[in-house]
């Protein structure tokens, strides 16, 4: 699946581990993605202030700002990344509650059809804003 033959998604990874983020940034970037990289929730708080993405892979185990605070940090601040799909990436078993400030959950280690799974969705979302973009424009 090249995502990136119809839209680019703008990918968010936030982790502590340079191999977890690694690992996704070269998935992410396989499937036509633009990935930036945060090592910690502060850093990743402070990047979706700036600018807009489409997803953000969120690890829940930081240092300085831990996956949730900046998760409902990006939300609340009314930001660029705002209405962003946020997934917690986690070892926590699937059954385990997922915060309401997330959208979905993606286990650890990840899992390709998962994450393509994530990508698709991310792309139906990127289609209906253009779609509602494009609707106000004519209007």
Known sequence: MQVGAE?????????????NRLVLQTLLSQFGCAV?????????SDIASL???DLIIM???MPRRNGDEAAR???ETGGPSAGSLIVLWTTDPP???LPPVYDRNLAKPVAV????ALLELALERLRAAKVT???????
């Not at 839209?7 to 191999?19: E, G, I, K, N, S």
């Not at 059809?113 to 393509?116: A, G, Q």
């Not at 973009?133 to 209007?139: E, G, I, Q, T």
């Open 7 to 19: 839209m680019q998604v703008r990918a968010l990874v936030a982790d502590d581990h340079p191999t």
């Open 36 to 44: 930036s990289l945060a090592a910690d929730g502060l850093e990743a």
């Open 51 to 53: 600018q807009p993405f």
């Open 59 to 61: 690890d829940r185990n």
């Open 73 to 75: 940090s990006i939300r």
């Open 95 to 97: 059954s385990a509650a």
């Open 113 to 116: 059809d998962d994450l393509t």
């Open 133 to 139: 973009s494009s609707r106000r424009n004519v209007n």
